[in-house]
């Protein structure tokens, strides 16, 4: 995508599309990847010194697995020397701001384990992802489309 620092990893091949397509002139993006789902777990192993990744930042479905696949990749990451996961604070700010809940795949957990799986989210997206998985239900990254990426500048500032 350029010569950046930053690896982005985006959960779906819609909405990779859609970033991809809509990335502004100045941003600091090395590469945008495909996640695959629960696949990132394992692929964030194959990242080596040559790519001279910095930052690795992650935006995906806001339920069970959507965040338990950036936080145990993050973990992996960290295990191997390599820059933890880190949120897209606007991206995730629009999905929350966008996105119409729906009943999850997953079961609900109990707010103990939600409030430990959200510490990898930014505090001000916290609560809500946790009122979601308690309550069973997901916001698919989908909602932060095409049209919204390339008419609201807010996201920008996670790519930089």
């Given amino acids: 995508m350029g010569g950046g620092d930053i ?20 941003h600091r993006l090395g590469y945008v990847a495909w996640g695959l789902g629960g696949t990132f777990r394992a692929s964030v192993n194959t990242l080596a010194a040559k790519h001279r990744i910095t930052e690795i930042r992650y935006f995906g479905d806001l339920d069970l697995s959507g965040i338990r696949i950036p936080y145990a990749a993050s973990k992996t990451a960290s295990e191997r020397g390599l820059p933890t996961v880190r949120p897209t604070e606007r991206l995730y700010g629009a999905l929350l701001e966008l996105g119409r809940a729906r009943g999850a795949k ?4 109990d707010a103990v384990e939600a409030r430990a799986l959200v510490e990898w989210m930014p505090a001000a ?13 997901r916001l698919a990254q989908e909602w932060v489309g095409y049209r919204h990426l390339t008419r609201n500048t807010a996201w920008h500032a996670d790519l930089v």
């Fill in 7 to 26: 690896l982005l990893v985006v959960e779906n091949s819609a909405t990779w599309w859609s970033l991809v397509h809509s990335l502004p002139d100045n």
């Fill in 106 to 109: 997953e079961k609900a957990i």
């Fill in 125 to 137: 997206h916290r609560a809500k992802a946790v009122g979601l998985l308690v309550a069973g239900q």
